[in-house]
């Protein structure tokens, strides 16, 4: 089976693409642009893998350069991660987000479809839902308002393919809907934040922890949670890139073409806990102050995790800790 990841060399594409090899696929392909990754990433996976990646400095805003490749090679399934993923800088350039999270999807379904590619695995996320009314959060609970550009791109992302597939029986979509991501590869040479600017919790953390920042501000502390902090279902990357594993596996067996999954643990965490956990895993005291809210955020959100368990047989293995761990090992052995 060739399989195509695109954004292969970032966060969760270069976790998934490891795991492929782990479980015997055959030289994945990879496209990504490195607008926030670096090409370096695929030596670190074929040296832990000790198996080849091919991949490709692709731009999916490029159609033509999109179709080109597809039409070059023999894809049997696409799993797209490539996409912006920071809440603020959607905010700071909506325009940007809309092109490479909607644009490029478009690009991407367009030059599948040319070339019979029929399955694909979209990276969502549980920003669709908004500040839900209820929790746990299944996928029957309806999209809530968009906090931000990059959620409403999730939102738009799903639309598109969930018409497409009204329209194209023979495609097949499933949307993952993930919660948090953190932590990194039990090797510590593959994890969060290739960039300068990671926007997310726990690589503030480690980077605050190692010195490249001088203190965390944790946003909110108001809120109604049992410690005043954000709550959040944390999931380890390694997890999430095992449930895209079984997402494949999952193609043969969908009763309808267009399917959304929650990839959660079903826990929830505050900020504040995060921050206990790091520092009782790593034995460093973390330099940190309560602040305002910040502008966004949503106060509580952990998933229903059933769907995952019973249609793909994939639970998360890994915890808190591990998440911590793995990401504080990661942030030691980068030279920044
Ligand atoms: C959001 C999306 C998530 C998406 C992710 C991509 C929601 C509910 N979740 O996650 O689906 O995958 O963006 O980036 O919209 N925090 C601090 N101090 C900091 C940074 C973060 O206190 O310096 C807090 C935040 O307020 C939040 C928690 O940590 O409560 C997690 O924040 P973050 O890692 O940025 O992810 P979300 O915004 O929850």
Known sequence: MNILITGGAGYIGSHTILELL?????????????????????????????????????????????????????????????????????????????????GGLINLVQAMQENNVHQLIFSSSCSVYGNPEQLPVNENTPFGKAESPYARSKQIGENILEDFCKANKDFNVISLRYFNPAGAHPSGFIGEGFTERPNNLVPLITQTAVGLRDKLTVFGTDYNTKDGSCVRDYIHVVDVAQAHV?????????????????????????????????????????????????????????????????????????NIEDMVATAWKWQQKLKV
């Not at 929650?262 to 034995?283: A, D, H, M, Q, R």
């Not at 106060?299 to 994939?314: F, G, P, V």
């Open 22 to 102: 782990e479980q015997g696929y055959e030289v994945p392909y990879s496209i990504d642009n490195y607008l926030n990754s670096e090409e370096d990433n695929y030596k670190k996976i074929e040296k832990i893998a000790n198996k080849k990646v091919t991949f490709f400095n692709i731009d999916l805003k490029n159609k033509k350069a999109t179709k080109s490749f597809f039409k070059s090679t023999k894809i049997d399934a696409v799993i797209h991660f490539a996409a912006l993923k920071s809440v603020p800088e959607s905010v700071e350039n909506p325009i940007e987000c809309y092109q490479n999270n909607v």
């Open 246 to 318: 079984k997402a494949l596996g999952y193609f043969d067996k969908m009763k309808r073409n267009y399917q959304v999954i929650n990839l959660g643990t079903g826990n929830g965490t505050t900020v504040l806990e995060i921050i206990k956990s790091f520092e009782k895993v790593s034995g460093e005291k973390l330099n940190y102050e309560l602040g305002p809210r910040r502008a966004g955020d949503v106060e509580t959100i952990y998933a229903d995790n059933s769907k995952a368990k019973k249609e793909l047989q994939w639970e998360a293995k890994l």
